[in-house]
């Protein structure tokens, strides 16, 4: 078996991968309107993944770009 493969109990809650946006929005401390002009704004670089008319937030993705706006003293 491989290594990268993680087998969790049955009765197990998997961590939370990705966020929706209103989940992302409270995450964030912002309101669900600045999140979606963040998202098209393609400049922000805010890690997001689209399945059709869905928009997804990866948690690991968002924790490492918030984390780079904070290194860098903000956004713009």
Same mark, same amino acid.
């Given at each position: 078996?491989?290594?990268?493969? /993680? ?9 939370? +991968?990705? +966020? ?38 990866? /948690?690991? *993705?968002?924790? *490492?770009? +918030? ?10």
């Amino acid at each position: 078996m491989s290594k990268d493969i /993680v087998t969790l109990p049955p009765d197990a809650v998997p961590p939370c +991968l990705a +966020l929706r946006p209103k989940e992302t929005a409270r995450a964030l401390g912002i309101g669900e309107r600045k999140l979606w002009e963040i998202t098209a704004d393609r400049t922000s670089g805010i890690p997001h993944v689209r399945f059709g008319r869905s928009i997804l937030y990866p /948690v690991r *993705e968002l924790t *490492e770009w +918030l984390a780079g706006l904070a290194a860098k003293g903000g956004g713009r």
